[in-house]
């Protein structure tokens, strides 16, 4: 089984930095794309950021200039740099994992549970 565990969300003020991290564990062979949502209340999950085994990034265009993400493959880890945060940036962000697990030959999408990020004065 494969787990994602998310850590470092919380309360910042608007124009604040936060980090926040999730960690893969469990029977992992490799790891294609990882990637950020978020989902607002009311809202649809959206997507934030994206990056291939290879290093490539996207980003939705709300967070372009904003927002870095990163990965560590040896920690099966992937980052959210967020810097000059906005009210509107508030939500729970999930992360989300495409995961080749040992012995097998397939690829299977996994999410986080996901952390609160709370962007107020």
């Known amino acids: 089984q494969v787990q994602l565990v998310e850590s470092g969300g919380g309360l910042v003020h608007p124009g604040g930095s936060l980090r926040i991290s999730c960690a893969a564990s469990?029977?992992?062979?490799?790891?294609?794309?990882m990637a950020w949502y978020r989902q607002a209340p009311g809202k649809q999950r959206e997507l934030v950021a994206a990056?291939?085994?290879?290093?490539?990034?996207n980003y939705a265009d709300s967070v372009k200039g904003r927002f870095t993400i990163s990965r560590d493959n040896a920690k099966n880890t992937v980052y959210l740099q967020m810097n000059s945060l906005k009210p509107e940036d508030t939500a729970v962000y999930y992360c989300?994992?495409?995961?080749?697990?040992?012995?097998?030959?397939?690829?299977?999408?996994?999410w986080g549970q996901g952390t609160q990020v709370t962007v107020s004065s």
């Open positions: 469990g029977s992992i062979f490799s790891i294609a794309a």
């Open positions: 990056v291939t085994s290879g290093g490539s990034t």
């Open positions: 989300n994992m495409n995961v080749l697990r040992q012995g097998r030959s397939f690829y299977v999408n996994y």
